[in-house]
């Protein structure tokens, strides 16, 4: 049976916990956590007993050992990176070796980060990992989900040969499979069962039906009149649903029917909404009604026959160390980045043509007007509606890719979503070089629009899974754009450009990351979620599944970061910014993972814990290497 396939010890256990085990050393090693790289040595000569298989080093490998005091070192076999960071992890196993009980021993996550913990001093350990339990925990979570994903790749195999589903749905439930690249927790859903994961993941494909509130009109902040129901119920699920209202006694003039995650109903809305259920200003009127299946965000999800309109909910799990909320702030920031990128794209040609986006103005959520508006609570109770341009979803010669389907692969090591475009495009004898040129087209395209925007002092989020790639007829046409409510802007550049600024709601007293002083910072968002997050991801798993070298894709890049300056009609500040920071800086920005987890000291809320670093530059490491 299913639920047996995660017993103890089994295979899918191990892999999963290899994976995690890798993306932590290396993001370790990339941030250099706590002073990691300066208290480690790189050698060769191994400090172990002789027979144990770490004592052998393959080509290019080296030991990098940090001394733990009285003869005992953490070890791992690393290679020197030639980009974004100067090592990485070649191979597993991580041991413990005690020198003077010549003595080896293999690690977990768990130990590891234990082992690291314990080798600093109370006071660096406070300063670095205050949050060390808690991650050591989510890194549990993470290996126990890892497996359970990994036990769905069987079941996405068979269903991509065999399936109705729009290929969008598909390219979601692959997505899903990785995540946020390179983060060793990323698919740690803190809060749900094993079964709730087979559930609601992207990865099963299940469907299930939504539940159905009715919220009293004074306690709801909304953007509009529409019904949420006529836009994701078919008419014999509206016919039900009427007749669950009259059985509850419900008057739609007073009430508004809000659609609830069937996990929040469950776990969150008791909790949270007891008086308001008690008192009648909300009302169970349903359960289970209609077919929705998940998306790889988990919270937005896709009706059955209903590829327009996905309905975004909130689910109160931690995931990449933030509640899954939707907090109505950030619904009405979305809705004035929106706005914004209409009026942007209404200025220039260019953007007018190629870059597109899903509506999210249509939204609905529960207000509480004597209460604090910050507060975590009306976030577990709202709703969005993402409806996405039916002309694209019209036409047969348009297929629409999430840029993160393109950064996976599967358990043979290949990239299906990939794979299929550059056979449509290129035929069966495709090699090397069409899957470098079909990469210079996704470049391209990524680049060159978010060059454009750059110029008026704009800067969306654009990891992979914001943006998804318009293939017409197998050629990248465009670029459609969703969840739009971290539309960063320098704001000299968009009053220059007569853009007014949107008015964001920001809770006090928190960093503004929206809003940047300097046109160099409002860049460093492009070049981590848009480089290193999304390209440089999709690079990665392209040297997975095709056997090139990682410069080859960094060459790529840099040509195409190059020819953008030669784009007519580029403000001359905007191009030296582009130029200096992306081709001449020593140093690159790099986003951090595991610091801003491991210091977190408060549960955090709906914000994702942030932080930023700095890399040597890998267009710069390019050019050195090449000469």
């Given at each position: 049976m299913e639920a047996d396939l995660l017993e103890k010890e089994h295979p899918l256990l191990h892999r999963a916990e290899q994976l995690v085990f890798c993306d932590l050393i290396n993001a370790l090693l990339q941030e250099n956590l706590a002073g990691l790289l300066d208290r480690a040595r790189i050698e060769r000569t191994w400090p172990g007993p002789a027979a144990h298989e770490c004592s052998e080093l393959g080509e290019g490998e080296q030991y990098l050992r940090l001394p733990l005091g009285d003869e005992r070192s953490l070890v791992v076999r690393v290679k020197a990176a030639p980009f974004i960071q100067p090592y990485k992890l070649s191979r597993l196993p991580a041991v413990l070796v005690d020198q003077r009980a010549n003595s080896v021993q293999e690690l977990t996550p768990i130990s590891f980060m234990q082992r690291f913990a314990d080798a600093l001093s109370a006071v660096e350990r406070q300063a670095s990992m205050p949050n060390l339990q808690d991650f050591q925990q989510e890194l549990r979570d993470s290996i126990r989900h890892t497996a359970l994903s990994m036990q769905a790749s069987t079941s996405l195999e068979q269903s991509e040969q065999k399936s109705d589903d729009a290929a969008l749905l598909q390219a979601e439930r692959f997505s899903a499979m990785r995540d946020r690249p390179f983060h060793p927790t990323s698919r740690a859903k803190r809060g749900w069962s094993d079964e709730d994961y087979r559930t609601y993941s992207a990865e099963y494909g299940r469907a299930f039906g939504l539940d159905w509130l009715a919220v009293r009109r004074d306690y709801v902040q909304a953007s509009t009149a529409q019904d949420v129901a006529d836009l994701i119920l078919d008419e014999a699920e509206k016919a039900r649903l009427r007749q669950a209202v009259r059985e509850a006694g419900i008057d739609e003039q007073r009430y508004l029917l809000m659609p609830v995650h069937p996990w929040q109903t469950d776990h969150v809305l008791p909790a949270f909404y007891r008086e308001e259920l008690a008192q009648r200003i909300c009302v169970p009127v349903v359960r289970g009604l209609g077919a929705f299946r998940p998306t790889s965000s988990v919270r937005a999800l896709v009706p059955a026959g209903c590829q327009r309109y996905h309905v975004k909910l909130p689910i109160g799990i931690y995931s990449l160390g933030a509640l899954r909320l939707l907090p109505p702030r950030y619904l009405h920031n979305g809705a004035k980045g929106q706005q914004l990128l209409v009026s942007v794209a209404e200025k220039d040609e260019r953007l007018r043509q190629r870059l597109r986006l899903c509506d999210e103005t249509n939204w609905w959520g529960y207000h509480d007007a004597a209460a604090?508006?910050?507060?975590?609570?009306?976030?577990?109770?709202?709703?969005?509606?993402?409806?996405?341009?039916?002309?694209?979803?019209?036409?047969?010669?348009?297929?629409?890719?999430?840029?993160?389907g393109l950064a996976v692969v599967d358990p043979q090591g290949k990239n299906p979503v990939f794979a299929a475009w550059l056979r449509a495009r290129y035929g069966e004898d495709a090699g090397v070089a069409e899957v470098l040129q079909l990469f210079r087209e996704i470049c391209h395209m990524l680049i060159d629009t978010s060059l454009r925007l750059f110029c008026y002092g704009i800067m969306p989020e654009i990891h992979g899974q914001n943006v998804l790639l318009i293939v017409r007829d197998h050629q990248t046409t465009g670029l459609l754009l969703r969840d739009h409510d971290t539309i960063r802007l320098h704001l000299p550049w968009l009053a220059a450009a007569g853009l007014q600024e949107p008015a964001y709601r920001i809770k006090p007293g928190t960093p503004n990351s929206l809003i940047n002083e300097t046109p160099e910072k409002l860049l460093s968002y492009f070049q981590t979620l848009g480089v290193q997050v999304n390209l440089y991801a999709i690079a990665d798993a392209l040297m997975t599944a095709y056997a090139i070298e990682e410069a080859a894709f960094w060459r790529v890049i840099m040509s195409v970061v190059r020819e953008s300056l030669g784009e007519e009609g580029?403000?001359?500040?905007?191009?030296?910014?582009?130029?200096?920071?992306?081709?001449?800086?020593?140093?690159?920005?790099?986003r951090l993972l595991l610091t801003p987890l491991l210091q977190r000291t408060d549960s955090g809320g709906g914000s994702m814990p942030a932080g930023v670093g700095s890399t040597s530059n890998p267009l710069r490491q390019l050019e050195a290497a090449d000469e």
């Open positions: 604090d508006p910050f507060a975590d609570k009306p976030g577990h109770l709202a709703c969005l509606i993402r409806e996405y341009p039916a002309d694209l979803l019209r036409d047969d010669a348009v297929q629409l890719i999430p840029m993160s580029l403000p001359e500040q905007a191009r030296d910014v582009w130029k200096t920071q992306l081709l001449e800086a020593d140093t690159w920005p790099i």
